[in-house]
Every structure is written in structure tokens, then in C-alpha cells.
């Protein structure tokens, strides 16, 4: 329970269908930042105060340090923009935390998370399925959990619209009905995420470099590619002039470089994913059309499975191609049903560049 | 029917006491005002005085009551040596220890042995013409160590360094005298022997100067300005009463419960450690113990949700278990440091109660280690 309204109304839906219900909150983060603040613990535990379940805190930070924050200041240091909230989830949330609530006696772990699960008809396992309320679907949060992790797993507001879950919060009498949501990285104080990671990475891994076009030629000096996220445009530092507007459109930590291109050299023709996993077990066949989303709130976009072999897994968009961001996730979509997912490792360049 | 083993978080209010504070609930007791509402105040509030004088063979007029141990600690840090050379310990409550790193300059913090025992000598060689004044709790509330204060008291005498101990939960435990123990001042709490929340005291020395951290108002000889919270001072002189009465028997009862857990523990869990001393003086009331591979937090839950309040070394204020300050001092790991589990007794916990937390806790450890299938 994070002292939202999400986890609170999970909890309540958890409690009427008959589930013997205890709230847990989680302490990820020492100091700063947005999320588990002692008023979201309060929270929290208002909510199982009205609804009359136990709550209780536990305190994951070391875990969330070693399997969050690090990943997430080595991926900024290494010219990738990383997805820590994917990492939380697989790791935290229903990694740590399920095999503590496990010991306690659970059953099912609950969350307030948008997401619905499926039974395939077939070898009736269960999978991931896109949220009713489309605009907060957070299944690209989710996508590393397999059939294992969702057995026990329930989704109470994966079925309601935002809205839905407010006006139920409301009529429960909940105090956090409409609490603001939470948005930056949890655990970046301000959401200065170029301040912290300079804060926790090694000194000399943060190196200044130049920033170069498609062609290689300088356009000007940068101070660490961990400031920088690709299809990036503020805060370039260049000179205005040349009249196309500049976007990031890679960056190399081996050499400290920022390559800057049009808004059509930022296009894809593809992305190569690594650590995948598919939630029948399985990769489809080659060829297999499916729906990829590459950022969370970005719609997914239509694209065939070329290659699924070994460590990396290629997939070609159909049509225009949107800008990769190596780091992020790669998610796998039919209709509303999450196939499988992984971590961006490159972009496949649509022109000859690069 | 509930279990409850965490008497040095807070002790249930004696029904005496309760008795005793109702009078003083409801009719207008100022004790600073001129009329006979304000004398029945001023009078309880110094027979009170008197009582909790005497918990530690002191003077009441050397008593000034506050909010509580906490705000005792601070008065007595920030009152006689803000900006001064402060010596204290590792295993300080928190009031203790971020009061001294706030304001003391310089500060030194002596360590602890791996059974939370604190070193008089120690102590003493950290004091320099620079040391204002040395801070060490009497006994510590987590792992039931007790300090060798008259030792160090006796190790500083004449070099003008004031000693001050938080007694907070030695006090109703174990005999105490200010006299025998040569500290300057003394932090005192209600609620960890009986009496109510809210209320404390600092006992010190006649002589000793302290700047007042609340002004405004000459209540408690100037020393702590705002109108006395009279009904729960009352409470405190009641409870603190009752506590010397039957110190004897609470502390002797305690430790036969307390041996009676662990020779059970020891009997019934493999792999017990006992966190604290293993032998030699400590706190009669309490005992703090990790269950390796299993999850100080995960006890809790079980523990409570089978009836039985206990609590981990050291919650933050969200009740999370951070790695104990107090356990790590003590040399463990920041996983062993979160692990341990401390139960403490008081007066009305029964041989009955602990027989039945060693029949729960067997199971209760596999299940926390993930040996039993739920």
C-alpha cells in the first residue's frame, strides 16, 4: 500500500470479496524523495484503520537500493535511460515482497496496479492483460511477470477507470479519494535525476564528452552522457541557427558522445531487446505481428517478431518508426494481451548512418 | 486475549494510577494561580514531586517535570552544554544521540562490546578539557545492557565534567540513587513504569546550571516555562510510588520470566541467539534474540497477528525496522542488525503468557524462514 488511492481501493475490493486482508507498506528509500514519506505511511494506514485490516511497514530499502537505485544510476552512467519502476515491481514488489508475505501465510499479494489478469483458453495459464482504463494501463510496468509470479498475483482496479476508483475511495469515507498522484522517480528528491546520479555514481565514470551530428562534426561539449535521454531536445546547450530543431539520438558512454539528428534521423526501423521473457514460455514465431510499446504512455506500435534467438530478440516496426530509447522496456502486445517483454538494448537505425 | 511483551515501549497505565489522575480531569487545576482550585493543584503537584524525588533518593526541589524522557534528554544536552565538548555512547536512545550530534562541539561517541556493555574507562579517556558533558543511559531499552555510570562518575570527579543518564528504562526496574550513581542529572519517563504518556522528569543536582529551552513562564523553578500537565504528574507520583514499593518483587518476578523465555527459546528454536549480555547485571525485564534466516519484520507480523506484541530493536517512526543502531553498535551485520526481536515484561505478564508464546514461536520461526509451507 503505498497511502494512494489505487492500493487503498485494491485493499477494499480484496476485503469485500471475503480475503482475510493485511496492508503492507513499503519502506524503499532512506531519505527524500516523493514516495513511502511518513505521511504516505500515515496514510496507508488511515485507510486500513477505516476499512479495519492490519497494516504494517517493511523496510526493503536495502533491497531497493541494490536492485533499483544502482541499476538505475550504472544504466544513466552507461548512455541509457532507465525504467525503475519495471525493475521495482519484478524485484520488490512481487519478488521481496510476495516471499515475505508468502511466509506470512499469503495467498495472493494484491496491488493497486492497472492491469487486469487472463486465463489462456488453451493451457489455462494465467497472463497479463492491458487495464480497462487505457490511459492508465500499467502493464509496461509489469511485463516481467510470468505465469508464476500472476497466479497469486490480483488486480482489484485493473477493472475500474480512474475516476471509478476515486468515487469508490469516496463512498468508503477514504481520505486519500483525491490525493494527487505521484509522478517523478520516487526516489530522485526534486526529480533532479542528472543531480542524483552524479551523486551516487563514481566520480570518474562521469565524463564530459562533445556533442556531434549524424556526419560527426562537433557542435558542441556536454558534461556526462547521463544527462542526456534519447529523443531528447531541451537543454542541448547547442546554438539555434541551423534551422532543424535537434533531437538526441544516441549516446555513447565508451567515448562520452552525444549524437544529435532531425527529428527524422530519431526514427527507427527497429529495436533489439535483451532479457526476454514471454509469457507462454515461449517466443512466438518469427514473423509473428504483434504490438510493441517502448514508453510508458506512448500507444504501442504495430511491428513483426524478425529474430528470437539466444540473447536478443529483433523486432521491425511496420510504417514509420518511433525514437528507441535503449534502457527502457520493450513491451509485446496482441489486442489487449501482454505477450512478453524486455529491456531496449539498441535501436535499429532506419537510415544508413551510424 | 492479547499478549503483551513490549513493556519498554510503553507500559499499560496502573489502574491505581488512572484512579489517582481522574480528580484532576476535570475541575480547574492551575497551579500557578492565586485561589484554593490552584492550591489542590500546586499541592498534588507537589506531593507528586516528592514521589518521583524519591524514586531516586533525591530532593523534589531538584525535580523538573517535563513532557517526558525525550524532552528530559534535550533539556539536559541543550541546557548545559550546547556548543560544548559532549561524550556519549553508540547505544543512546535517539533523544540522546541526534540531541548530542545537534549540539555538541565536539562530540565523541564511545563504543560498545559485542554484548552492548560500555566501557567506564572508556568514557573517561574521551573526556578532555574541551568535555562539558558525558551522557550515558543507565540501561539500555533494547537489548537490556546496563552502563557502569557510578564507575565513570567516579572515573571524572573533580575535572568539572557534569555526567547526566537517561534512566528511562532503568527507572521501576532497578534500584537507583543519584547519590550512589555521583550523576549530575537524570532523565526520568512515566509511561515505561506505569504511570501515563506525556510525562517525565529531570532530576538535577542542586547547583547545577541549565538555560532553560522553554521561556516564558516561572513554572518549575524557571527551569521549564508552561502551565504543568497536573493530572499526569500525578500519575507519574503515583506510579513511581507504587515502582519503589514493589521494585524488589517486579524486577525478581521479571527476571524469572525472562530466564523462562529464553531457556524455552533456547530448548525449542534452533539457532537462537540472545542479543545482549549473557550473563552479569542487565535490565531483569528484558530480552532481545535473533532467529538467523528469519526476518525480524516477518516475526512481528506473525507474532501479532497470533496475539503477541513484541517489537524489533528500533522503529522508525513508520514502525519499519531499520537496522537497529543499537545492534549494529554491537558489531552485527545491517541484516542481523534488522532481525532482532525484543520481548520485554512487566508487572502483569504471567508465567502463562510467556508458556504460550514459546508453544507459538517454533512454528512461527519455520514459517518466518520459509520452512513451512502455510
Known sequence: ?354 | MRIYLDHNATAPLGPEVREAMLPFLGPPANPSSAHREGARARSALETARAEVAALVGAAPAEIVFTSGATEANNLALRGTAAGLGIVTTAIEHASVLETARAVGAPLSVVPVDREGRVDAGQVVAACDAATRLVSVGLANGEVGSLAPVAAITAGLRGNGVLVHSDAAQAAGRLPLDVAALGVDLLSLSAHKLGGPAGVGALWLRRGVALAAQTTGGSQERGRRAGTENVAAIVGFGVAAARARAELAANAAAAARLVERLWTGLRTRVPGVVRNGPADGPRLPNTLNVSFPGAAGESLLVLLDLAGVAVSLGSACAAGAAEPSHVLLAMGRDRDAARNGVRFSVGPSTTAADIDRVLELLPALVAQARGEAAA
Open chain 1, 1 to 354: 500500500m503505498s497511502g494512494g488511492v489505487d492500493s487503498a481501493v485494491a485493499a477494499a475490493h480484496a476485503l469485500a470479496a471475503g480475503h482475510d486482508v493485511v496492508g503492507i507498506s513499503l519502506r524503499l528509500a532512506a531519505g527524500g524523495g516523493s514516495c513511502c514519506s511518513l505521511d504516505d505511511f500515515h496514510d496507508a494506514r488511515a485507510v486500513a484503520d477505516r476499512l479495519g485490516f492490519p497494516h504494517y511497514v517493511f523496510d526493503l530499502a536495502d533491497d531497493f537500493e541494490r536492485h533499483v537505485v544502482r541499476p538505475f544510476v550504472a544504466e544513466y552512467v552507461a548512455g541509457r535511460t532507465p525504467n525503475p519502476c519495471a525493475r521495482c515491481n519484478r524485484h520488490l514488489k512481487f519478488g521481496v515482497l510476495w516471499e515475505r508475505a508468502r511466509a506470512l501465510g499469503a495467498r495472493w499479494l494484491a496491488t493497486g496496479h492497472y492491469a487486469r489478469i487472463g486465463t489462456d483458453p488453451t493451457t489455462g495459464r494465467p497472463y497479463l492483460r492491458t487495464a480497462v482504463d487505457a490511459a492508465k494501463d500499467q502493464t509496461y510496468f509489469l511485463f516481467a511477470l510470468g505465469p508464476a509470479d500472476l497466479a497469486h498475483t490480483l488486480f482489484p482496479v485493473g477493472d475500474l477507470t480512474k475516476a471509478e476508483v476515486r468515487a469508490e475511495a469516496a463512498a468508503l469515507g477514504l481520505a486519500v479519494a483525491d490525493k494527487p498522484e505521484s509522478m517523478e522517480v520516487c526516489f530522485v528528491p526534486g526529480g533532479d535525476v542528472a543531480e542524483f546520479v552524479e551523486r551516487h555514481a563514481p566520480a570518474e565514470t562521469l565524463r564530459p564528452g562533445v556533442i556531434v551530428d549524424e556526419t560527426g562534426r562537433e557542435l558542441g561539449r556536454h558534461a556526462g552522457v547521463h544527462r542526456f535521454t534519447v529523443g531528447q531536445r531541451r537543454g542541448l546547450g547547442l546554438a539555434v541557427g541551423s534551422g532543424s530543431r535537434r533531437y538526441v539520438r544516441a549516446l555513447d558512454a565508451g567515448t562520452a558522445t552525444v549524437t544529435v539528428s532531425d527529428a527524422a534521423g530519431l526514427r527507427a526501423r527497429g529495436l533489439v531487446a535483451r532479457e526476454v521473457s514471454w509469457t507462454s514460455g515461449a517466443a512466438p514465431a518469427p514473423d509473428t505481428p504483434l504490438a510493441v510499446r517502448i514508453r510508458h504512455r506512448h500507444p504501442p506500435v504495430r511491428a513483426r517478431l524478425a529474430r528470437a534467438d539466444g540473447a536478443d530478440t529483433t523486432v521491425l516496426f511496420e510504417g514509420d518508426g518511433p525514437a528507441v530509447t535503449p534502457g527502457q522496456a520493450a513491451v509485446f502486445y496482441r489486442g489487449d494481451a501482454v505477450l512478453g517483454g524486455g529491456w531496449i538494448a539498441a535501436a535499429l537505425a532506419e537510415r544508413g548512418a551510424n
